[in-house]
C-alpha cells in the first residue's frame, strides 16, 4: 500500500483511494473525466496485486471500494503476523499481554477492548486508558492502600485482614 501511494500521490491521484474524490452526478460535466482517471487508478491497483486476488475485483468499477476492500483485507495485525514481527515489537506487544493479564476481574471489559483495538496501543497508552476508567469510574480508595500506587495495580488475590 505504501508504494501505491507513493506512486498516486506522484501521479496526483490519491484522492481517489481516500475518498476526497468521489464520483460526481449521473448529470456533471466532470462525470467524463473521473471515470477515465478512476479507471486508471484501477488498472494501477490492478497491475500490482498478485494474480490471485485479480479474480476478486477484475470487474470492479470503483478505485475506493476496491482500496478499501484490499485494506481490510491485509491491514490487519493478527497473532501469526505478531509472531513474524520484530523481536522488539514482539516484545511489546508481550509486555502489554502480561500488563492487561494481569489485571483483576473487574477491567476484563476494558480488557477486551483494548486487546480489540488495531493497532494494539503501547502499554503505557493501555495504562492510561485504564487510569482513565479507573478515575471515571471512582474507585480509588487511596485509603485502604499503603501506597499511591493507583488500584489497577492491586490484584484482585489481595485481602486486607481484619483485626
Same mark, same amino acid.
Given at each position: 500500500s505504501r508504494a501505491m501511494l507513493i506512486a498516486l500521490r506522484a501521479k496526483n491521484k490519491v484522492e481517489f483511494i481516500n475518498g476526497s474524490c468521489l464520483?460526481? /452526478?449521473?448529470?456533471?460535466? *466532470?462525470? $467524463?473525466?473521473? #471515470? !477515465?482517471?478512476?479507471?486508471?487508478? *484501477?488498472s494501477w491497483i +490492478?497491475?500490482?496485486?498478485?494474480?490471485? *486476488?485479480? &479474480? &476478486?475485483?477484475? =470487474?470492479?468499477t470503483d478505485a475506493l471500494a476496491v482500496w478499501r476492500d484490499l485494506k481490510e483485507m491485509f491491514d490487519r495485525i493478527n497473532g501469526s503476523r505478531i509472531f513474524f514481527h520484530s523481536q522488539r515489537y514482539h516484545d511489546q506487544q508481550q509486555r502489554l499481554l502480561q500488563f492487561l493479564m494481569g489485571l483483576n476481574d473487574s477491567y476484563g471489559s476494558i480488557r477486551?477492548?483494548?486487546? +480489540? +483495538?488495531?493497532?494494539?496501543?503501547? %502499554?503505557?497508552?493501555? =495504562?492510561? +486508558?485504564?487510569?482513565?476508567? #479507573?478515575? $471515571? !469510574? &471512582?474507585?480509588?480508595?487511596?485509603?485502604? !492502600? !499503603?501506597? /499511591? %500506587?493507583?488500584? %489497577?495495580? =492491586?490484584?484482585?488475590?489481595y485481602k486486607k485482614k481484619d483485626n
Amino acid at each position: 500500500s505504501r508504494a501505491m501511494l507513493i506512486a498516486l500521490r506522484a501521479k496526483n491521484k490519491v484522492e481517489f483511494i481516500n475518498g476526497s474524490c468521489l464520483k460526481p /452526478d449521473q448529470n456533471s460535466p *466532470l462525470l $467524463h473525466q473521473w #471515470e !477515465r482517471c478512476n479507471a486508471i487508478v *484501477l488498472s494501477w491497483i +490492478m497491475s500490482t496485486i498478485s494474480k490471485k *486476488l485479480l &479474480g &476478486g475485483i477484475v =470487474y470492479a468499477t470503483d478505485a475506493l471500494a476496491v482500496w478499501r476492500d484490499l485494506k481490510e483485507m491485509f491491514d490487519r495485525i493478527n497473532g501469526s503476523r505478531i509472531f513474524f514481527h520484530s523481536q522488539r515489537y514482539h516484545d511489546q506487544q508481550q509486555r502489554l499481554l502480561q500488563f492487561l493479564m494481569g489485571l483483576n476481574d473487574s477491567y476484563g471489559s476494558i480488557r477486551s477492548q483494548i486487546l +480489540m +483495538m488495531c493497532p494494539l496501543p503501547t %502499554v503505557s497508552q493501555a =495504562y492510561s +486508558m485504564i487510569s482513565q476508567e #479507573e478515575s $471515571h !469510574r &471512582g474507585i480509588i480508595a487511596r485509603t485502604h !492502600r !499503603r501506597s /499511591d %500506587v493507583p488500584a %489497577v495495580f =492491586y490484584s484482585n488475590t489481595y485481602k486486607k485482614k481484619d483485626n
